[in-house]
């Protein structure tokens, strides 16, 4: 209270604005300062023209929606701080910078006016001491986050990257704050204001300079350090668009467009092909506008690098690395194509020059972006909501429209194109899973209530065809009334789609959202999170809007609902052990993609014995690692110290698991391979099945053990 008392409305509580520092001293920081500023601007100017060479495509936000991000994800940091240490760090410096750049504007709002009316004044008084205290609170939260920033840098693997210019970017910020605390030291020594005390760091260091200096000593201290505080804080303004530090203003843009919804995609029009003569990314001016400004809010942390299964198993995709090779093609090659003719949108008309170094090979390579399996981890985990897998796919797309793709996964397209699926095999074949079973189709059943997707895995893999067999067993336990699309179904094209063949994949969602809207299809369910990804974001676009629910999700309102007759004991089919530890796979398409990750583990929680436990893996739910099929992976052919599912694997038998269960026909695929190959007897069994283990015997399934 007395504090209030004795600084409230004090005028006598303030300090001189540019105190000892000489009027051509002054006049010369105002002119080093617009030069700053231009060179700022000049630097945002070119910056914004590189990006505004791209297509358009930039999808604003609602207000509502980009103050919220702006809220949460810039001044909470709320993504950055998902990583304990980094993010803090990057908390730190990010408030201790900003506060202190406000409470730079402040002290020109309270100098500028009062030049031309004396009477302006605002600084003084209690919220003087308050805004001390505050800006001294800041820079020690700068210093700390560049001393602890340094620490990370100096202690993290080299191929992260030990780049000068951010050593000198660090350097510069700790200066920053260090040099305007001594500025304020030197100030209270000489002028001896009121409650020195309210600039607390300032005051603890004035004690340690000591009184025994004499006012003129003290002033020629406090004017040269002023300059060289002054004249480090320019340079920092002047350099901010040509160092990492623009990530913060490129960044702040990316919020104000709509981030990558995760498993969704742009669709590409015959008209646009048609207007353009192009498919997908070429060159570096067929990324939307977006995607450029995307480029300069990478702030190299490489949190995406870390999370991406491909380089883990020794391929050579980085995420950070397409968007930094991406980058630097555009600092190099974008001003000479921003000088250039453009289109009537503004988009850049012309080409690069072929003498000049390229997009594909030169920049990002073919093998590079057939690594990536579209499993969404670099998008999710990245603090700046950048989408390195969505320019993948645009270059991917490319790629195929060159025909450059070959060997099996080209195989899987043709037979997507000419048998409706990738196993080329003939649709009639498409029941053989359900023999003995009684499946009605819809046209069997007109009155049905949900429709169960097949899927191709399940209607064409002899081990994926169980799983379709337990599901339907369990459907026909609980007395679901559904059917199936039977023969007329189709491949959803997830992969197709994915691996950049758009045109294969519009045809089939076209024929298939025909197929289902004939038969007044509302609600499905599927085992597949491909084909639940490809029903409930890909066929709308192609009018398909239908409620779709994974099969994990029906079992467990099913057994919510105590519809599920579970009087078995959990012991599997004879000969086979009973599950007594178990670790579930999370498919990232389930997982991450569409965050399904409490329903599996209820369908788990229901379907092991008494006794048995569930052991979680570390990566696990929205953090889930891949298991590699994903994106057309599982069409490639792959070497087997490069593939992601024996990492997989390695993370599920090292919980001393002896079931694998799994949530996806592609998981099962992968997974199974690669237990096999770590020589495990561990079993990899679909939720399905071993909630189906605990179904009374079905006789069916005893006549047909192994279809
Ligand atoms: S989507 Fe997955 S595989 Fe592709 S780049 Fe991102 S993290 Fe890597
Ligand atoms: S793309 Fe995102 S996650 Fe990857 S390095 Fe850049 S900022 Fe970090």
């Known amino acids: 209270m007395d504090f209030i008392r004795e600084t409230l409305g004090n005028t006598k509580l303030t300090r001189e604005t540019f105190g000892n520092i000489p009027k051509p001293s002054q006049v010369l920081f105002y002119a080093l300062a617009v030069l700053a500023c231009s060179i700022l601007a000049y630097g945002l100017f070119c910056r914004a023209r590189l990006w505004w060479l791209g297509q358009p495509g930039w999808r604003w936000r609602s207000l509502g929606r980009a103050a919220t991000g702006f809220f949460r994800e810039v001044l909470g940091q709320r993504r950055?701080?998902?990583?304990?240490?980094?993010?803090?760090?990057?908390?730190?410096?990010?408030?201790?910078?900003?506060?202190?750049f406000i409470g730079t504007l402040l002290l020109m709002a309270d100098h500028w006016p009062a030049e031309i009316w004396p009477a302006w004044h605002f600084q003084y008084g209690l919220y003087y001491a308050v805004y001390k205290m505050t800006l001294d609170t800041a820079g020690i939260a700068l210093i700390a986050g560049c001393l602890l920033l340094a620490y990370r840098r100096w202690t993290r693997p080299s191929s992260l990257g030990h780049n000068w210019r951010d050593w000198a970017i660090l350097a510069a910020l700790g200066t920053m704050g260090l040099s305007g605390y001594v500025v304020e030291a030197l100030r209270l020594l000489w002028s001896r204001p009121l409650l020195p005390g309210v600039s607390y760091v300032g005051y603890a260091l004035a004690q340690l300079i000591g009184h025994g200096h004499s006012d003129a000593a003290l002033r020629t201290a406090h004017l040269c350090v002023w300059w060289g505080h002054a004249l480090l804080g320019l340079t920092i303004v002047a350099v901010f668009p040509y160092a990492r530090l623009f990530h913060a203003i490129a960044g702040m843009l990316n919020i104000t467009g709509e981030?990558?919804?995760?498993?969704?995609?742009?669709?590409?029009?015959?008209?646009?092909?048609?207007?353009?003569?192009?498919?997908?990314?070429?060159?570096?001016?067929?990324?939307?506008?977006?995607?450029?400004?995307?480029?300069?809010?990478?702030?190299?942390?490489?949190?995406?690098?870390?999370?991406?299964?491909?380089?883990?198993?020794?391929?050579p995709l980085t995420p950070r690395g397409v968007v930094q090779d991406v980058k630097r093609l555009l600092g190099t090659i974008g001003p000479a194509l921003a000088r250039q003719p453009r289109s009537a949108d503004g988009a850049a008309a012309a080409?690069?020059?072929?003498?000049?170094?390229?997009?594909?090979?030169?920049?990002?390579?073919?093998?590079?972006?057939?690594?990536?399996?579209?499993?969404?981890?670099?998008?999710?985990?990245?603090?700046?909501?950048?989408?390195?897998?969505?320019?993948?796919?645009?270059?991917?797309?490319?790629?195929?429209?060159?025909?450059?793709l070959s060997g099996p996964p080209a195989t899987s397209l043709r037979r997507m194109e000419n048998s409706n699926n990738p196993w080329g095999l003939p649709s009639e074949q498409r029941m053989e899973w359900a023999d003995g079973l009684d499946v009605p189709t819809v046209k069997q059943r007109p009155d049905f209530e949900i429709l169960y997707w097949v899927g191709c895995a399940a209607a064409y893999d002899r081990r994926v065809r169980r799983v379709a067999r337990a599901f339907v067993r369990l459907m026909q336990a609980a007395g679901v009334r559904f059917a199936v699309l039977g023969t007329e179904e189709r491949c959803t094209g997830d992969s197709a789609r994915r691996m950049g063949e758009e045109f294969i994949f519009q045809s089939l969602a076209t024929a298939n959202v025909?197929?289902?809207?004939?038969?007044?299809?509302?609600?499905?369910?599927?085992?597949?999170?491909?084909c639940f990804n490809a029903l409930t974001k890909d066929f709308p676009q192609f009018g398909g809007h239908y409620e779709v629910v994974h099969h994990s999700q029906l079992l467990a309102e099913l057994l919510r609902q105590g519809r599920l007759p579970l009087d078995g004991d959990g012991a599997s089919r004879p000969g086979q052990p009973r599950a007594k530890r178990i670790t579930l796979h999370d498919p990232c398409y389930l997982a991450r993609v569409n965050e399904i990750t409490a329903p599996p583990r209820e369908v788990l929680s229901q379907a092991v014995?008494?006794?048995?436990?569930?052991?979680?893996?570390?990566?696990?739910?929205?953090?889930?690692?891949?298991?590699?099929?994903?994106?057309?992976?599982?069409?490639?052919?792959?070497a087997p110290s490069q593939r992601i599912g024996n990492l997989r694997a390695q993370e599920a038998l090292a919980t001393g698991a002896d079931t694998v269960a799994v949530a996806c026909p592609f998981c099962m695929v992968m997974m199974t391979d690669s237990v096999a190959q770590a020589n495990s007897e561990a079993r990899v069994l679909d939720i399905a099945e071993l909630l189906a283990e605990r179904l009374p015997d079905s006789p069916a399934e005893k006549q047909n053990p192994q279809t």
Not at 81 to 97: D, E, I, P, T
Not at 263 to 277: F, K
Not at 617 to 623: D, E, K, P, W
């Open 514 to 530: 025909e197929t289902l809207n004939r038969y007044k299809v509302r609600k499905i369910v599927t085992h597949c999170p491909h």
């Open 609 to 638: 014995s008494d006794g048995a436990t569930l052991v979680e893996m570390a990566r696990r739910g929205r953090t889930t690692f891949c298991c590699g099929a994903g994106g057309g992976r599982m069409w490639f052919e792959e």
């Open 259 to 315: 981030p990558a919804q995760l498993g969704a995609m742009r669709p590409v029009s015959l008209e646009e092909v048609e207007q353009t003569g192009k498919v997908g990314v070429g060159n570096i001016s067929d990324f939307t506008r977006g995607a450029l400004l995307q480029l300069d809010g990478c702030m190299e942390c490489g949190r995406c690098q870390e999370a991406c299964p491909a380089y883990a198993s020794g391929k």
């Open 351 to 404: 080409e690069p020059s072929p003498a000049g170094p390229q997009l594909h090979e030169d920049t990002v390579t073919a093998e590079t972006l057939w690594a990536c399996t579209t499993c969404s981890a670099c998008v999710e985990v990245c603090p700046v909501r950048i989408d390195p897998a969505g320019m993948i796919i645009d270059m991917r797309r490319y790629l195929v429209a060159e025909g450059q």
């Open 80 to 100: 950055v701080v998902r990583r304990l240490f980094a993010g803090w760090s990057h908390f730190f410096l990010f408030w201790g910078f900003a506060i202190l």
